[in-house]
């Protein structure tokens, strides 16, 4: 059997029908095989880069295994933004590309190539990979392809590369007698277990907990036991960037989004929590601020990860870190909890809840602080549709911020956008592969600032051409905004390389919508009131583009400021309103 119909149908036997990539001299191999393999597709992009991030819309939007291919050289490292991506957001994925034959392959001479084409890839991306091989021997695809399935969602998901030559692609295997993987039983530390006896005294004697719920949440799948935790030993939820759709935002135990960027509210609530329960997140400076001597520093840190290294090598002192599956996590805490069959009262705690979600509103923040607000109503007016989306996907910059607060993200429906690597580009490919996981059965809407969607054009005719459920939105305010707004407070609103007077020019989208063969409409300051035709744009089943046109600066507020506690972000509020929220006592400017 050919090694690359070997590779096809092990794929298909996986239950994945969807292949992404863009074919090449040292692919084409693989590319045969699976066009001759019924019951998979291989959708050919238009950029490798839109094949690395739709993988990751197809692994985060079904239970399967995103699969991307590249040739050699230049298609490989094309690839390289959504590996590290994947990487950083814990995504698992499998990306195979191709290489030249073993025969013209350098290995360890110390010359800069050998073979048209030939790159190192593996060495690339090994620092952003958990695992990258050269497979040069045929006797050996099936162990390398059994190894990569199960490193790519053990522990902390991720990407995985295999690199095959061109001589192997077409080698001839017998599948009777290769060799194959057996992974090792995960030894699970006990000492964890024995740490739940200690949360659950911190939880039983706490008058003011909080959950923050990251990503892991989401990757673990354990939406619905955080829910029935939260809700039974009475526990107001906040989420990370990357936890924003892991609890139902509609639901009273709803707090909001926290950190740099984060509902002003939520934020004070966080700082004025005496017990933190981190679950599934990094607790990065994003989410803390850069003073770390301040954060919850009259209260208790749980923080439970699956990854032992983000917990050992972290530069914030935390009083239980305990390693687990966030799955895992709730059940054995809620186990225990109930043999004390414990009763919770914190009225007093909701009250206070209640009355900063007043007080400190996302709505009331932005009619306060925001000049420019077209964008956030427009925003605001998604929530209310009658047919919602099922899944939003989200760029970087403003349109990310902006989405971020705004969008409030119920039960079965998804929040998609990027943590760690954060690149623009993200949002319209990422659709692409979330519809295909769906079989093109829901509405996904992508949101992108005029520079990201300018990034990922390319990845437009792929909506087009499979007529995928997609509306792509727009917010065009003809600027790069959120290194504007960086440069105004931080440069001397020395605006370089950002605004149309400074080098930075824009498209006119409508012409790119048709050369796609996409509908278009534009949204401005007259039409954002007029329902109806709102109503009609974002209802109808067609693909199309939808521009937000802005002729004003946009900002997103509130902003937390370096070197400033998490409950002190811009602009700051009065004094006397500051310091009546409190439950502890505020920093003084020495200590900041």
């Given at each position: 059997?050919?090694?690359?119909d ?73 690839l ?58 045929s ?18 998901p ?6 095959i ?19 090792e039983?995960?030894?699970?530390d ?80 966080l ?8 679950v ?14 301040s ?11 699956i ?34 069959k ?21 709505e009331?923040?932005?009619?306060k602080?925001?000049?420019?607000q077209?964008?956030?109503?427009l ?68 949101i ?20 995928l ?44 919508s ?22 009609k ?42 310091e ?6 505020p ?6």
């Open positions: 059997m050919k090694v690359s070997y590779i096809s149908n092990y794929i298909k036997k996986q239950g994945i029908d969807y292949v992404f990539g863009y074919i090449g001299g040292a692919i084409t191999h693989l590319v045969d095989s699976f066009y001759k393999t019924d019951g998979i597709e291989f959708i050919q992009v238009y950029h490798e880069q839109t094949a690395s991030f739709a993988v990751e819309g197809f692994s985060r939007n079904s239970d399967k295994i995103g699969i991307a291919l590249a040739t050699s050289g230049p298609g490989a490292t094309n390289i933004t959504g590996i590290a991506d994947a990487y950083f957001d814990s995504i698992p994925t499998i990306f195979i590309t191709g290489q030249v034959n073993t025969y013209e392959y350098k290995y360890t001479k110390t010359i800069r190539q050998q073979g048209f084409q030939e790159t190192d890839i593996v060495s690339i991306v090994s620092p952003i990979t958990k695992y990258a091989k050269l497979i040069d021997h006797e050996d695809i099936a162990y390398e392809l059994e190894k990569a399935f199960y490193l790519a969602k053990e522990g902390r991720g990407p995985i590369l295999l690199d030559p061109m001589d192997v692609q077409r080698a001839e295997i017998d599948p009777d007698i290769i060799k194959h993987f057996s992974p039983p995960v030894q699970k006990n000492n964890e277990k024995e740490k739940l006896e200690s949360i659950k005294k911190l939880i039983s004697q706490s008058p003011r907990p909080v959950i923050l719920a990251g990503g892991g949440v989401i990757s673990s799948k354990a939406e619905k036991e955080l829910l029935s935790f939260s809700e039974k030993y009475q526990i107001p939820v906040v989420t990370s960037l990357m936890g924003k759709g892991s609890f139902p935002e509609d639901h009273n135990f709803f707090v909001g989004y926290i950190g740099s960027y984060g509902h002003r509210c939520a934020n004070m609530v700082a004025n929590s005496d017990l933190l329960i981190a599934g997140t990094r607790l990065s400076t994003r989410q803390t601020g850069t003073l770390l001597s954060f919850l520093r009259d209260g208790k840190i749980i923080h439970v990860d990854d032992k290294n983000e917990l050992t090598q972290h530069r914030l002192k935390r009083d239980i870190q305990i390693q687990m599956d966030a799955k895992d996590f709730f059940v054995q805490l809620t186990q225990k909890l109930n043999e004390n414990i009763e919770m009262n914190r009225n007093s705690w909701f009250d206070y809840i209640n009355k900063i979600r007043n007080e400190l509103s996302h009331k923040e932005i009619e602080n925001v000049h420019n077209l964008p956030y109503q925003l605001s007016y998604l929530n209310q549709l009658k047919n919602p989306f099922d899944i939003y996907t989200v760029d970087i910059g403003h349109n990310q911020i902006m989405s971020v607060q705004t969008l409030t993200i119920k039960e079965n429906q998804k929040f998609f956008t990027s943590g760690g690597m954060a690149p623009m580009g993200y949002a319209v490919p990422v659709a692409i592969g979330a519809s295909f996981a769906w079989n093109h059965q829901k509405k996904i809407l992508a992108a600032g005029d520079g990201g969607f300018h990034i990922s054009i390319q990845a437009l005719m792929l909506i087009s051409q499979y007529k459920p997609i509306k792509t939105l727009v917010i065009n305010n003809k600027s790069l905004g959120m290194i504007v707004q960086f440069q105004d407070l931080y440069f001397d609103k020395k605006e370089y390389a950002t605004t149309q007077e400074n080098d930075y020019l824009v498209p006119d989208f409508e012409k790119i048709s050369a796609y063969n996409l509908n278009y409409y534009s949204i401005d300051k007259k039409t954002i009131h007029n329902l109806e035709y709102l109503d744009i974002f209802n109808e089943k067609a693909p199309a583009i939808i521009e937000l046109v802005l002729d004003e600066k946009t900002t997103v507020s509130p902003k937390l400021e370096v070197n400033n506690p998490i409950e002190e972000t811009s602009p700051k509020l009065d004094k006397n309103q500051f009546s929220l409190m439950f502890i006592k920093l003084k400017k020495e200590e900041k």
